[in-house]
Structures are given as C-alpha cells and as structure tokens.
C-alpha cells in the first residue's frame, strides 16, 4: 500500500478575495495532488497542506475562506475558515525553473511544424525567438488545515476511506460579496499512514536459513546471511522492516533489512546476523514490520560449525626473507594464531569452489625450537609444523638517516591535506658490508604498521631512499621507525630502530562550523532547496577545506513503545571546493546548498560528526515515499568461446530513482558508473525517468577471477538508500542477485587453469638484473608454462618488449602449491634514462595450449591492492619495476646542499625566490610550490635546464625564480627535483632545507563585492535525450562599484547547474572574452538524461581576485529548462554508413523501439529486426548492397507522422575530391593529384603570392603577403608611414555590419592628401546570407539576413554581439570589435598582424543541422563602396581578383576612387576544433562583391578567417593619373615622390577574422597571377537598371 505525501496545486486563470477586485475562475485546474503527514507521529493532531498557483491582475491574501474535506461516500469530515497566505511572485521565465506551468511540447511542436510549412525551403528565415514557449506570471498561495488522523479514518474499521476531496467557498468580489464555491471532485487523493495502517497478517512470509553453519574459521565473531521473504501486496510498512536479533540476551541487535528485488508478488530481503563470542545451540530472530501492530515473524536455527579439512605446509619462496605457511580449508580463515601471534592470511576460494587456499607470511620469531605451533580458537584446532633452524648470522650494515623534515601539521577534521603522507620526511642510507648475504627487500615499520616494503635494491653496496611515514601513523605522543632488511638466509633482520622521532606536533587553532541561519524549513513555497547554515573554516598551510553534513531523520520508530533501530543514515552531502565557498583562504565560510532529502517531518542533522540542532519541515514536497534501498540484479551472459565478448545485464529499480554517480558495479578491474547518462545505459522506463534503468556492458571479462573474487555492487537512490554488498560467497545470495553467475567457469569451450597466483617478487640482482619469482595455488600438478611479460606502458597495448619464461622451482603437493622462477637481463649504462617497465603474467596448460589466462599490469596491481593488509603478512604482487643509469645512487647527492633562501617582496614587484645548489648541473627541472596566507591556492614555479624563460637568473649555485604575484607571508617548499637522468623525487612541504615560512609587511587586502548577472545561453531548452546537448552560456562578471572582474591567480571562474532534487551539479570554466569585457563565457555539454528532476539553482564560485579573495554567488533567475523529448518513441540521433559498406549504424536513445517503427519503404534492409546494439546508444543494421548515395531511412513516430531521416555517409569532404584526387573510404580523406591540395583537392598549389610579397613580407600558406612592419599592399611593395589618418568606422546596433568613411588625414605633404570624393566616399560589409548545398551543387536551404534576423547580445568596450537563429538550436555568432592600437591575433595557427584602427569581425556557427553529411555551407561576404565617381569612371576602376580560377579566389581588390578594398581570405577553417581546408570563390554584383566561402560539414561548430583591407592613394599629379584616378600608361612624367602606405583599418573573424583598412599611396592592380575582370557593359546595365545580377568569374 502506498503512503502519499498530498499536497494540492491549484492553477487558476484569475483569483482574488477580499480587497482587490479582479477577475475570477471558477474551475481551478489541481494537479498532483497530495497531502502531507509525518511518517513519525508525535501525536495524533497534523496539519495539511494546500499550495495554489493562479494568474493574477494584483495578488493578495484571501482572507476568511471556508474550506471542508469529504471522503468518497460524501462525508464531511474536516471544515473550518483559514486564510490563504500570498507566498510569492514567479518571474515571466518560461517553464523551466519555477514551476509555474506545464508546458505542452507536443502541442508547441506541432505549432512549429504548421509554421514551418508555410515558409519556403529555399526562403526559411532565421528563428532568433520562440514566443509560444513563455510561461504565464503567476503568484503562489499557501494554506494550512488543522487535522487529526481518527478525523480521516472510519470509526468502525478503523481503516481510510477510498480517497478525498476538497471543497473551497471564497469571496470572488469583496465589493459586490460575491461568493465562489468549488467543489475538486476531479482530483481526488488517498491518505495512507504506515504508523496506523492495518496490516494484513502474515505479510511476512518466512525468514530462509541459507544453512546451519555460521561460515569462517576464527573469527572473533560469526555472521549469518538471513533471506526474508515479504509479501508485498500485503505490507503496508513501505519497506521498513528490521531484525531484532534475540541471542544477545537483554541487548537485542537491531539490523535494517536490505532489499534484494520483487518477483512474482514477493519482495526478497536479506541481511546478516552478527553472532558473539559465545557459541550457542539455538537462536531466535524476529522480523518485524515498522507499523503499528505488534506482528512478528520469528525463526530459530542452530550452529554446528566443524572443521572438515585443514592441510598445511611452509614453503619458501625466497629462503626465509620471504617464506610462507599454505593451507587448504573447507572454508575461509579469517583469522590464526602462530606462536601466540594473532595474524590475518591471504585466502582464496579454489575455481572448484570446494576448498579454499590461503598463506600467510612466516616471520622468524614464529619458529621455537624448530617448532611452529598453529592454532584456531573457534572451532578449536591445532598442529605443530617443523622447519628447518635459521642461521643465526647478523649481516654487517652501516647505517645512516637523515630527518629532511620535522613538522607536522594536524589538518582540521573539516579539511583534507593536499600533500598527504608528506610531512615527515627521512633520507635513509645503508652501506652493506657482507654482500654475501643476499638482501630481498628492506621493510619499514612505524608505531608497529609497515607501510613500505622497499625491492628496488640496484646495489649489493649502496642503498639510497626517501622514506615518507604515512599521516595516519602520527600521533603527538611518538613517532618510532624500525627497518627491517629480508635476507634469503637470516630471514628478517632489524637494521635500525628509533623508538621515538624528534619532531614538531603542530595542532592549528580550527574554527568550528556553526550554523547560521534558520533551522525551520517552510515546505509550500515552492522553495525544496534550502541553506540552513554557513560555515566558516581556518585554512592553513596546503589545506583543502571539506565538510560533510549527515541528514538523519527524528522521531520515534513507531506509536509502541519497542525499542528503535540504530538511526539510519539517509543523505551526505559533502563539499565540492570551490562550490560555495567565499572569503580569504585563511577564513573561508561554506554555503551549502540542501535539498530536503528525508520522508520524515523532522531531521537531525550533524556537520562533520558534530551533532546541531534538527531541522524542522513544515510538510514535505515529496510527492513519493521510499525507505528502500534500490535493486540491482546482473544477469551475466557468458561467451562461449575467447573470441567473443562477455555481456553484463545490468537492471536497477527504484521508485524514486537513482543519481548519476550514486550508483557502481564492480568485477575485478572492471568498474561501471551505472547513470543514466552512462553509454552502457540501454533501455529507461517509459514512465518515469529513473525507476527502471537496465545497462547492457559488453567485454571479454577475465575468467580468472571468476572464483577468487566478489562482485560489488554498491547503489543509493537520491535520497540515500543503500545497498552495499561485497561478500557473495554464499550461493544462495547469488542466486537471488546474479543470474548464470556460476557458468562462469563453465561457459567456455575450453577451462582456464586452476592455479592462483599468491606472489609475484622482483628482486634486483644487479643494477641490469632481476629475479621473478612467483608463488601459486591451486596447483595440481606441474603440467603449467608460466611467462612473464614486459611492457613499457601500464595498459600493455604497446608492442611487447620481451618475454621471460620461468621454470617450476618448488612443487608441493600437500597445499597443491607451486614456485615458479625466471631471471631477465638488460641492458644498462652510464647514459640510461630511468624507465618504468610494466609487467604481465601468461600462465598455460602445457598439455593443453588453448587452457590460458593472462594477468595485465592492471589486473596484478588489483590482486596486489586485494591482498594488502597494514601488517607484517602483507604480501606482494609486483607490478612493475625500474630500470636505472647504471650508477644511481639514490637522492643523497643531488638532495645534499639543496636549499630554499630568503626571497625578495615588496608591493612593488612581484614576489622573487631564490634556490641555492652546487648540484644544478645535475639538476634537469625543479618545482616551487607556493602558498600565502589570504589565496586559497597554491602556485607552481617550475625551473627548467636550458631554459632561460622559466628563470630570472642563473649561476652554478644560485637560481632566481620570478614569481608571477606578490604574495603575502606565503609558505613555499620545493615540492620536486629531478636529475638529468629523469630520476625524480618528491619533498616534504615542511622540509628543512627546502621549505619556507616567509613573512613581510602588508596592508590588509580589500574585499571587494561582486555582481553576477543574468546567464544567456544559446539556447533555453535543451533535449537531453539527443545527441546535441550543447550549451554556450554567457555571464557579466562585474564588482559592485560596475568595475569588470578580472580572474587571478590562473583560476577561471566556475559556473555550476544543479539539479533540483538531487543537488548534484554540472559545471564550466568561464573564460573572459578581453580584458575590456566584464562577458565570460563557457561550454557546457548536458549529461544524458540530466536535469529532468527539475533545475535547482545555476551559480557561480572560484571567482577569485588580485588580493586572493573567493567568491561567488547563487544565481536568481536562470532561464534554463530540460527535458526529455519522447519516452515512446526512439530519439535518432544519426544513421550512418561508410561508403560502400553495407553496415549501417545507428545512434540514438529508446533504439530497443526502432524495430517496430523503422519503415523500409525502399526495401535496403536484410530485415527490420535484426538490429544489434553494441550500447545503449549504438546499434546497427545489415544493408542488401553497399551504399553509394545519399538515401534516407524513414522511422514512424506515430501521432507525430513518419520522418525521413537523412543517412551519413562515411566518406570524404567531397567524394570526388573535387576531380583533382581519390578519396581513401576507409580514412576520409583525398590524396590529391599533383598541383592540387586541400582537404577536398580543390585549391591549386600552383598559385604564389604576388612578386613574392617584395622580399618586405612572407608568403603564407594561404598564397597571400604577411607583410613586414611598415609595408602593406598585395605584394608589400608599398611603404606606409602614419600620415595621421582618421576615419569613421561605425557598427550598427541592428545588424552585425560595418560602414567605413570620412577619411582623412593631418599631413602637411600637399601630394598626400585625399580629394573630396574620396573623403565622401566609403565601404559597407556584411553578412546577407548563407546557403546550404547538397552534393550535385543544387540549392537546399537559403538564409537571408535582414535587420529583424538579429539580436544584440552586448555592446561594451568596443565590442558588440550580435546572434541569430539558422535551425532550431543552431547559432549565428558575430562579433565586431573596434582595435584603436596595433596588434596581432593567432588564427589556424598563423600570427596575424592588425593595424591602428581596425575592426574585428569574428563569426561562428553553432550546432547546425545538415540536411545531409555530403552537403556544405556557404557564407557569402559582402563589400559594397558608397561612390561619388560617374559610371565612366566606375567603369575604368576594375575589380581584381587573386585567383587561377574563380571557385579558388585568394585575394580581392575592389577600387572607389583613391580608395581601394583589399580582401584576403584564408583556405583554412576551424571545424569542431580541428583545421580543416576549404577553397573561396568571387562574384561580382556591379561595383558589388560577394565572397563565397565553402563550408565543409561540421557537428558541433565552423569558424571562418577572411580580412579585409583598404588601399588609398591621395597622390592625384594630372600628368600623372586622369580624372578617375587611373594611372596614364604613356605619361612621360615619372613620379619622383614615395609612395606612403597608412595602415589604417578593419579586421574580420571567427576566433580571428579580420578587416584590415589601410591607406595606400596607389591602388595596386593585379598582374599575371591575379586575374583581372572588366565587365563594362554589365556594370552600365548595371547602373542603369538597378538590377542586381550575380555573375561567376571564368578562368
């Protein structure tokens, strides 16, 4: 039975009452209703809770309102007068973030197809707004009635009714006193409260014994696993069911049971019982129900543990430095004593699952007299094993420690430490003087833990080694070292021992958090994110401040009087630095932001395990119960043979669902993230988002560990049930949860062999020498080839460098264990670099070479981790080793002089640090890390040998290190040294030698407050089902005073999303777009299916200052809305095929449904059903014949019509290669014939630059000039001083275009001024449209531009943005920016050179949709001059182009009297992030010119890169040039004076487009390369006609 949280929402057109007249409607339209009651009663009296949301002319309190609920048969049972309080005022957003409205997206979609119908393919204007997705304004109404739970129930059955309903009279009109009365019969709810429920008895239906023996050798206590099963129809406690534990006598245990999954009406639970250490016959269990009756269901079972088998045997792997007892058991040994020393062996349950193997490390004071006495204290066993004596011989050492450093800072428990495990720090040196006795490994032990165990011994001489003693180890009272060296012969050795460290404890004063705000949480403000609290931490040294809070539900278990539970743990929410953080980094407050997560009324809630008061909730906005933790079952799907892949079905269930990283799977090394943004993710439920998730994982999954290790599943839903289990060794646990879990060893055609690898040692022979030597289990025989393999990657997909075989050493036959050895030799000398080798094992049959398994780097690193205990019987499984120059000694050298001095700071300069060493010539890189006192980052100075730019001086013993900041009494520490062989090594940041305290004299840094404003995307509504989930957002950032924020210290901005109900959060860096800009933006990529539990809140965080001040803000309103497009239909993403392939892919979510909705209209399938997914995501199709043109492929979507959609073909840019090349398929690219080039072939290589740019510039590879400083022109011929040029160079506010005129300049050279037409005369550019053509060069879309297609996005410090809309989500970026100084920009990684007075034109095209892949863009740039010339002299100004042909155009000039338009225009684009080649091509309107740039296919984004010049020549002699400014050929007159050049103007980009206007003393005509087109007659219709007529050069 369900338990309903019932809230009323009440939407009404209009309402008033009392006061204010406004219009009313009568039928309010309720949605999801609900009441709210607790799930702890305190008491019988509760209150409901009615929230109403109504359009309004002027909202008010409604006073004076009579309200009543009936039950179903009619019944009055509640009335009373309440008022209705006015809560709040929702902003006109859109449906997205107040929850205003619902919105119809079918109804909308549909709108939108009706007007795209009626716009012509070829005219389709650019959508910028979409007015039908507003919401309405509303105001929210809240009201409270008094109840009492009898008043709800009947007297007689005590049971509920049916379901209820509320009856509401108010005043309409106070005026006239006109009364409405509405009656909500169409919305009726039910009421259900578990505490007093009746239960149906017997809804437990029995508790299952997995079997009569508690399970585990000695241990110090037993558990149990219990399975209860549930009848669910019956139960009425919403999950809620505990075991009291009776075997403890007065003190029963309490345990929650942890649900498995539902089956054919039954619900399966298990749990296990915990036993003491008194063993009994009998004991009794009672399951209980959390609801008012006092049902139980009791069970009684006994324990008969019994040794059936115990076999044991010492094996010596590596004489006694690493010797081993083996055992085999009947089942797992948690625990033995040997010589009355309690130990924890390494177990392993056999492939056969009958037995288990385990070892355990021999230490030499575990023998006496020979004697090793083993024992088990429960069930009681013993035996006595002999072994043959140790000699007695004490290896001569010499030994040396040096303390690097001695302070250690105890880091606040609301903080973690950035560089853990560094603080005290040893530099270890030993000198071996009996290389007789061969040393293994040298063990480290402090306060009686050993954290290393050392085999890296490249000397039988030397030992060097850093020893850094683990945090956890630190206490104030001591530190103790002792090392231990394992010798082959002597065993373990102590080589030193210090039973206590000098060293300083220093314990920072620590803030406590406190809260701060109001602990009452008003639920019906539509308000379920609340901040109750601000925290406030103390930050010092390398801190990295953390809190959690633990949200807890209060109250009693139920109405009886039976003892409670333990509380159980419902949320943790920890802090993400540097989400919600302010302040300096020596006072850093959190602001937190919690989502309402508990069922219950009330919650406690305790801040890094100190308890604060509860927090109370006045109603519960959960519109779902759920106290149950969410079921994950695997259904396994093994291949049969090693050539297939393994498959993982994965279903989780949950009835509020679960989080997108709340939820993981493990096996072995493999390790799933199970959201529903996972690409395994492959069906969702249609109903509600995240109930059902199923996730399809395919991989060849190690047979090996099919025995050895668990699964672990470990999945929490969004209010924090859990369940966690690791431990499936029981079969019966197994069965409930996996499915064909056993057939893992059995499902391949030919077994895996037996053997279990235990140890895997390295020992270092010599520095070019090491021994493998290797224990396993499980062995049964010697009839095994065991191989080790080296890699010089860690994934070993590199080629594999060399194999070692190893031959069987030890057979023995009691334990079926087995010593396996190999020796490998390499190459080393005085000029080796250090390298790490990575290791894999292949163990073989040898009567059968199919019988294999291979263990990975990875896979032994994970065998190593499993087996490591913090004890002296931790195992090894090495992994990996290092080879070394052949006369490494260790750190000592280069660590021996090695200091931090003092530094240099004022607040004058930046902060210099200096480093001193007579060892810098062995000295490759160093790192300086850096820390003051109000940053809450730390900073990096890294030195590099050779490098003259990382320092700011240099000598054989002195480094000067410039920082980039002025800090204030920063810390700083040499974090890491290497040497010139790549040895490197790690320093303690309280070293004492190479760290520093520094102080100086400071004024206090300000606080200076900041403004976040309103975030813009590039798009409001987002499909988070589709494969476009792209979002460009841009923000001001500004300070209070209007001052633009600028962010230090290297750190961006952050913006954050979170999600309403689950507080989990999505983020971007912001980058600001100039300096002179207070505009940051980000991109943003939705996770699949994110978002659709409501938005909570966008914010900003880390927007750090100069002074080292955090800060950051929640942002009010965020016009943002998620949602899911279709649940019943499939969401198509792309269907694609490659060229002459007959596999056609296709992508996309809800592809389970495409067999019953493709439509193979065209016959070009094998079948329709037949479609095999790879993913979730991914699946394919088998075609009839390869596909060689474009087709569509149609996919029915039912009340939405049948869609064709567009098939990508896998091919190149353009398949023909343009007809100058071949197209590879297979790569997608053209390999051009000779003389061509381009990623399509179609620009021609045999085009130069003109006179090869004069010697005074350089060509490009686009074929136009980079001209040197001070000349400018086609070919650089032109010198161009500054003649003090000025002009107009205006932006219009509507429509990205650009107007160049007034020119003029302050010469005094009378031969260099400009005419009056030419100071009248001017240029206009723009964008008038854009084209998208398919592959046989037809026309398929057509953009046109007018002053209404745009919107202004900013106009700020010269710069101004202007988008538009192309399709739905596709973007039409410009920005125009005015340059008033010369500078340079990058583009396609060319350096480009923009004069005095330019204007920067950048463009860029977001998400557009392809009809089809082989189709391309066209952006068309258009100049057009404003002229005062007549036509004849029009006619005489010709137009030249830098071109072979027209569709491969370089470079354009376009004359207007002096005054002459120099385009250039590159063959390169940026393409989704990639530079990709294209080709230009002129037309010519009259004295109009279009540039047609070809834009390839893209995905996500396109930027262009053409720049424009002007050229103009003011020197007019008239025996010189005629009347229309045209140079006299046969003058006789030969111009004496220079021909200055002025740069002056205008850059256009996308990322780096640019209009470069320059003023030239002659207009250059093109010759030879250039082609050179008069169209006389044509410009005369022209001029005459006013017709615009495009016209398309020829060659």
Known sequence: MKYFIILFILFFNQINCQLNLVKVVTSPNIINPFVITPYYPGSDNQNLYFTFASTFNTPTVLTGCYAAIYNNLNELLIDGTFNINLVEVAPTIGPSTTNSALVDFNGFQQQEQERQQKLSIDTQQPKNKRPWLKAAIIANYTMTMPYTITSLMNSSTKSFYDYYYLHLQYIANPIKGTQTTVDFKDAPFEFNAPAYNLTIENSIISTYKTNNKVNGFGLNYNQHLSIVTINNIKSGSYGLFYSKDLYNGSNPTFSNLQFIKSLNGLDYYYYYNKFGSTIASNYEIVIDELTGQERQVSTTFSSDLQIELIQTEIIFVNGWASCYCSFISNEKIELLNISDAIVVPISIQSNSSNFWTSIVKMLPDFV?????????????????????????????????????????????????????????????????????????????????????????????????????????????????????????????????????????????????????????????????????????????????????????????????????????????????????????????????????????????????????????????????????????????????????????????????????????????????????????????????????????????????????????????????????????????????????????????????????????????????????????????????????????????????????????????????????????????NSTTMSKKKFISIKVSKQSDSTSTFTLSTKELEFINQSFLKAQTTTTVVNSQFIIRNIDYQGPSLILRDLVLLDFINNLQQLTQFSITSSQFSSIKNLTLTIKDSFNSYSQSLVYLKGDSTSYISFNDSLLILNAKYNYINPNAFIESVCDVFDNCYELSPTALKTSKQYSNTYLNPTIRSVVIGTPTFSRNYVDVSSSNRKLKISIDLKYSTNDIFTASFGQDPIFYISEKQTNEKIQCPLKQISNLSSLYTCDMEIPLYWGLRMIGQCSVWNMIDSNGYLNGGIIQNCPIFFFYQSFYNPNIWQISVTMNDTIMYISGTNLDLVPNKILDTQSLLVSTSNLTMINGTLGYYTLKSPATIPFNISIDYGYDGIKNISVFIQTCMKSDCSGNGVCNVALSTCTCKTGWGGSDCSIDMTFKCVDNCSGKGNCSIDMTCNCNKGYTGVSCSTYSPDLGLSMEMNTSKQEPSIDLGSFSTNSTNTNSTLNNVTKSSGYSILIPYIQEIDYNGKLVKNYSFTTDSWSLLSDENNIVIYNTTLTEYSNLFVQLETIPVATTREWAGQLLTLPDHSIKYSVRIENYTFVSNLNNLQLVYQASPNSKLSPECEIKQSIAWGAKKSTDMHWVTLPNNQVSLYGKFSNYLIADGRVVSTSNEGLEFGTTIQVKVNIPFFRDYIELDPDFSVLVNPNFHEDEYDECGVKIENSSNKTSNKKWVLPVAVVVSVVGAAIIVTILMSVLYTKNTSVRTKMLSLKLKFKKNNNIQMKSMKN
Not at 631 to 651: M, P, R
């Open 368 to 828: 006496s007299n020979s004697k090793v006495q083993i024992s088990i204290t429960k069930p009681s066993w013993n035996t006595e094993l002999t072994v043959t004596p140790i000699i007695q011989i004490i290896p001569a050492v010499k030994f040396n420690t040096t303390i690097l450093s001695n302070q250690f800072f105890l880091v606040p428990s609301s903080s973690r430490y950035a560089y853990e495990n560094k603080q005290i720090q040893i530099l270890v040196e030993l000198n071996f003087t009996d290389p007789s006795q061969i040393l293994n490994s040298i063990d480290y032990e402090s306060n009686g833990v050993v954290f290393l165990s050392d085999r890296e011994l490249f000397s039988s001489k030397y030992y060097s080694k850093i020893i850094s003693i683990p945090d956890k180890l630190i206490t104030t009272s001591k530190i103790s070292l002792n090392i231990f060296g394992n010798y082959e012969s002597v065993g373990r050795i102590s080589l030193y021992s210090i039973t206590s460290i000098p060293f300083d404890f220093l314990e920072p004063q620590e803030v406590a958090l406190t809260t701060t705000g109001n602990n009452t949480i008003q639920i019906g403000k539509g308000i379920e994110f609340y901040t109750f609290f601000t925290g406030t931490f103390s930050q010092t040294l390398y801190e990295i401040p953390e809190a959690t809070i633990s949200l807890t539900p209060v109250g009693k278990l139920t109405t009886n009087s039976k003892p409670s539970p333990n509380p159980r743990e419902f949320f943790n929410i920890s802090s993400s630095f540097p989400h919600g953080f302010t302040g300096f980094g020596n006072e850093l407050k959190w602001t937190p932001s919690i989502p309402i997560s508990s069922d219950t009324p009330t919650m406690s809630f305790s801040l890094n395990g100190t308890t604060t008061p509860s927090i109370t909730l006045n109603g519960n906005p959960f519109t779902k119960k759920d106290f149950i933790n969410p079921s994950l079952i695997v259904k396994f799907n093994w291949a049969n043979s090693s050539t297939e892949n393994d498959e993982f079905l994965i279903s989780i269930m949950d009835s509020v669902g679960v989080g997108q990283s709340t939820c993981q799977f493990k096996f072995a090394t493999n390790s799933y993230i199970l959201s529903p943004s996972s690409i395994y993710l492959k069906s969702i439920n249609h109903t509600y988002i995240s109930q059902l998730l199923e996730f399809s994982i395919k991989l060849k999954f190690n047979r090996y560990f099919c025995s050895i290790v668990s699964p672990v599943i470990d999945c929490s839903d969004i209010k924090g049930n859990r369940i966690f289990e690791n431990d499936f060794s029981t079969s019966e646990l197994r069965q409930l949860f996996f499915e064909n879990f056993d057939q893992c060893n059995t499902s391949l055609s030919s077994t895996i062999p037996k053997a279990q690898l235990f140890t895997n040692f390295i020992i270092y022979n010599s520095n070019s020498n090491i021994t493998f030597s290797l224990l396993f289990g499980n062995v049964l025989d010697q009839d095994y080839n065991v191989v080790v393999q080296i890699f010089g990657d860690y994934e070993n997909k590199g080629p594999l460098e060399t194999s070692i075989p190893l031959s069987i050493t030890k057979f023995i036959s009691q334990t079926n264990s087995a010593v396996f050895k190999g020796t490998y030799n390499f190459p080393v």
